[in-house]
Every structure is written in C-alpha cells, then in structure tokens.
C-alpha cells in the first residue's frame, strides 16, 4: 500500500484522487494547504486523515510514502526537492518546473535521496497513445508531426474584462505555452527526441504572458508544426505524417481516437478502450514502479521532462516571454 499525501486543493487534485481510487495499493493519508482552513475543508471533502501547513512537516512525516504536486508552476520545484529530501517519492504535474534548470536541481534531488520523480503528464500513458507509438513504423519514415491544442479559456474572458487571473502572470510561470502546448511537445519529444532547432511566434498580453502560439520544430528527417491558444478553440485532429500513411488522432491531451489512413486508400483503427479519466494510467504506472522499486519511468523518464522545459524555454526565449524562476 503507498500512503499518499497530495499538495493542492482544486479540481485537479480532485481527478487524481478519484483515479488513485481504482488502485488497491493507493492510500489517500495527507493533504497539504497553505491555510488550515483549506485543508480541512478538502479533508472532510475526500476522508483524509491528516492535514499539513507545514511543508517541512508533510515532508518529514513518517505516515507518508508519496507526494502528489498540483500546486501553481512556481512552487514545484521547490515542493519536490523538499519533499524528496524527506524521503518521498514525488508525482509532480504538467510541467514538473519553471524551467530545465530547475528540473535538473529536481532530477538530482531524486538520484541523491533514491526516491522516484515523474513528471504527470497523462496522455503517454494512454492505451491508444500506446497504439500510436507501437504503430509508427506501420507509416513509413515519418516525416511530420502536428497537433494543435487551442481552447477557449474562462481565464481569457476574466482577463479582457480586467481582470488579473494567475494563469497570465508570469510570477506563477505559467501562460498558454505551459498550460496547453505542453500536451503538445510532451508527446513529440517522447516520441521523436529533442528537436534540433526551434523556431516560436507568440501572443503576448501585457502582463508578458504568452495566450497562444505557434511552433516550427525541425529534426534531421522531419519536421513538427504545434499550435496552442487560449483565446480561440480548435477542432483540428492531431496527425504524425508517414510516407505509406497517416496516423490521425483527436484530443492531443487525452487521446481518445486514432486510426492510420494508409496511402492505398485502406485505414486501420488504433483506438483503445480507457478509463473515462485519463489519470487513472499515470498513477498505476507511478505505483507500478513503486512496487517494483524503480526509481524512473521509461516512458514519462527524466530525460524527456527535461527535453521538453529545454525546448519551451528556448520558445519562451524567442517570444519574449521570461518568469522570475528564469534569474
């Protein structure tokens, strides 16, 4: 059984516990809140048996195996060498830092203390992102990647009517490129390796966040085009470009359907059932390793979290975009 304790107290918090609760071997032991007020409520809310204001206490605490990181961007870095240092292993969300630099300070906290670190980034774990990665060589040399991920955001409407909402303020090392492109490169570094040059264009709002962008990603025998927007909703199918044919995907951040269009005319489906929540895959596989008492992932492994802060703060370079964690 891992006794979990989860820092962060909103909705996506919430998903994570409800798929922890399809695991026989999870167990919800401890909530973390900046307020004791917050952590009572959400411990009444889930049946949680022990509440934290202290970080240096959940961190020591000896009912705790794990930690599970939903808290703003800023913080994670900081939460996880804390909590890694105490001995915990960390699940930390999408993206696990501000930056490659602080991720590298992360990784190291993890080989120092022997505790795991993965990064919670869903879709890779999929059955049918798993069916599109077994069936890439079905398609030829590939020879391009899209996916677009744009989605009007309630965050958009509270800013343009004045408002200061913390998804666009750079102090919380966030914007549209940390909240919605990432399930966009995540994937691609996963499946192709870190690009070799990287060409961004973004729209900048006047707080210096980034609300959309466009990405051009060359490698040396393909190339990747990732579009993501907050202001704008898209309906546009993902794909990965092969010579004999043409993987095409729907919701590039949960992939739910994907099916190869071969060039002969001929189609094959690749979609898988799944679990209504995607988290469900993410947290069996954080256990798995667990029990099996490995201390990385082979899929959502250290080196792609990494490759992928590399190539969003090179984007982030070129559009002008820079968070204090950057200094």
Wanted: net charge negative; glycine share 8%; aromatic share 10%.
């Amino acid at each position: 059984m891992i006794r979990f304790g989860v820092i962060g107290t909103s909705w996506i918090t919430d998903h994570f516990i409800d798929a922890g609760l399809t695991s026989d071997d999870f167990e919800l032991a401890a909530v973390y809140s900046r307020t004791q007020e917050n952590a009572d409520a959400f411990a009444a809310k889930h049946n949680i048996p022990l509440t934290f204001t202290s970080l240096a206490a959940l961190a020591a605490s000896p009912d705790i195996d794990a930690v599970y990181i939903a808290s703003p961007n800023v913080l994670h870095a900081d939460q996880a060498i804390t909590c890694m240092q105490g001995g915990k292993h960390v699940l930390v969300e999408k993206p696990a830092a501000s930056n490659a630099r602080e991720y590298e300070k992360m990784a190291a906290a993890a080989q120092e203390n022997g505790v795991l670190l993965m990064e919670a980034m869903k879709s890779t774990f999929t059955p049918t992102f798993l069916a599109i990665r077994d069936q890439l060589e079905a398609i030829g040399p590939v020879r391009r990647y899209f996916a677009s991920y744009c989605q009007y955001s309630g965050s958009f409407g509270e800013y343009a009517s004045g408002g200061s909402p913390n998804v666009f303020d750079p102090a919380m090392s966030t914007g549209g490129l940390m909240d919605l492109g990432v399930y966009c490169l995540y994937p691609l570094i996963a499946l192709f390796g870190e690009p070799e040059r990287i060409t961004a264009k973004g729209r900048l709002l006047d707080t210096g966040a980034d609300v959309a962008g466009s990405l051009l990603l060359k490698y040396a025998d393909m190339d990747a085009v990732v579009h993501y927007s907050k202001m704008t909703d898209s309906y546009a199918r993902s794909e990965i470009q092969g010579e004999n044919g043409t993987i095409v995907f729907e919701k590039i951040s949960r992939p739910d359907f994907a099916e190869i269009r071969f060039r002969d005319g001929t189609t094959k489906t690749l979609t898988a059932p799944q679990a209504k929540n995607a988290m469900t895959y993410e947290v069996r596989e954080f256990i798995g390793l667990l029990n099996r008492g490995s201390k990385e992932s082979t899929v959502n492994s250290h080196a792609v979290s990494l490759a992928t802060l590399r190539t969003m703060d090179e984007a982030r370079r070129q559009m002008g975009v820079a968070f204090p964690a950057d200094r």
